[in-house]
């Protein structure tokens, strides 16, 4: 069989405008919408579209089958992916050195598909893909936990997003020029390139009936599956719900009625109530301690005592994330 080359290239092109600016010094900045939505907690259900999304893909597909541990170990890859993200948001410079890691750790994965096409993670289409399904995940969380965005403030969360592109390294070729191109490119890939991959399928059904921690005793795994058939119910219909209605029908799933509705009351009812809980509950660990320092930095300048109380959290925070 002859290999053939890398696909990344079938991927469609967006309209980009190509941008000089140099690198930015930081992935977001504090008190934008990335740093008031991403470390929310419901990001961890609004981030299981993006990655089925992602796995539809080719390229994406083809290496997550062969390299990650999602099936195996899907609790401790949820939680490393979830630890990673705060740090693109809240590590200020730290999120470079995250993104050096991330392609440090990606760089040799590669992958022969059954039809002998070689794929490689860093391609440069499906490596900006996985940040732009990331865009579409934080409107789509907006839409179902929140109220409904405006045109500038959906505008805005876009220009942050490319400055992360941007300190990712992804190609200016592969970064669309506005909101509406990205919207025109992103339901162009959806409809035309995305795949029925049977990562997508092993993914979901991992979503409906998550695998225990590798490190829980054999003896309480029955206990586990009773304990999270609620998540993995609510889990698995937002991740489907968050999805283009295209890339559902791709997949050959079903979704009526009765789903859409369920989400609906799911949405609202987490919608309400997470404003009323403390920002140490809302806020998962790195992004509460990140948005405290800021804070303490912004309101007590002259407090050295305070802000490096604040700092010392913060450290302890990213110290302990799993990687």
Not at 81 to 110: F, I, K
Not at 210 to 232: F, K, N
Request: glycine share 8%; with cysteine; net charge positive.
């Amino acid at each position: 069989m002859t290999t053939a080359p890398d696909t990344s290239r079938t991927m469609p092109l967006p309209a980009a405008r190509p941008d000089a600016s140099p690198r930015p010094r930081r992935l977001a900045e504090p008190g934008g919408a990335l740093w008031e939505g991403a470390g929310l907690v419901t990001f961890s259900f609004s981030n299981g579209g993006a990655f089925l999304l992602q796995v539809m893909e080719p390229s994406i597909a083809a290496v997550v089958d062969q390299h990650s541990v999602f099936r195996t170990d899907p609790v401790g890859r949820g939680l490393r992916s979830l630890a990673s993200v705060m740090m693109w948001v809240y590590a200020d410079e730290e999120s470079l050195e995250e993104v050096e890691r991330l392609r440090q750790l990606h760089a040799p994965l590669e992958s022969v598909d059954a039809d002998g096409v070689r794929h490689t993670a860093l391609s440069s289409g499906p490596w900006a893909w996985v940040l732009l399904t990331g865009m579409h995940a934080f409107t789509e969380a907006v839409r179902v936990f929140g109220e409904k965005a405006d045109r500038d403030e959906v505008e805005q969360v876009y220009e942050e997003m490319k400055q992360l592109m941007r300190g990712f390294r992804v190609a200016e070729k592969e970064i669309p020029a506005t909101y509406d191109d990205f919207c025109a490119h992103f339901d162009r890939v959806v409809t035309e390139h995305l795949r029925d991959t049977k990562v997508a399928h092993d993914f979901l059904e991992g979503s409906r009936r998550p695998g225990p921690p590798l490190q829980l005793p054999r003896a309480l795994h029955p206990l586990w599956r009773v304990a999270t058939a609620p998540l993995g119910h609510f889990q698995h219909l937002a991740i489907l719900g968050m999805v283009p209605p295209s890339a559902r029908e791709t997949l050959g799933v079903r979704w009526g009625r009765r789903q859409d509705v369920q989400l609906k009351v799911f949405g609202r009812v987490v919608g309400r109530l997470l404003p009323l809980l403390p920002e140490r509950v809302r806020y998962f660990p790195i992004a509460y301690e990140a948005r405290r320092l800021d804070r303490v930095r912004r309101e007590q300048p002259g407090d050295g005592a305070a802000i490096r109380k604040a700092e010392r959290r913060l450290r302890r925070a990213i110290d302990r994330r799993p990687t």
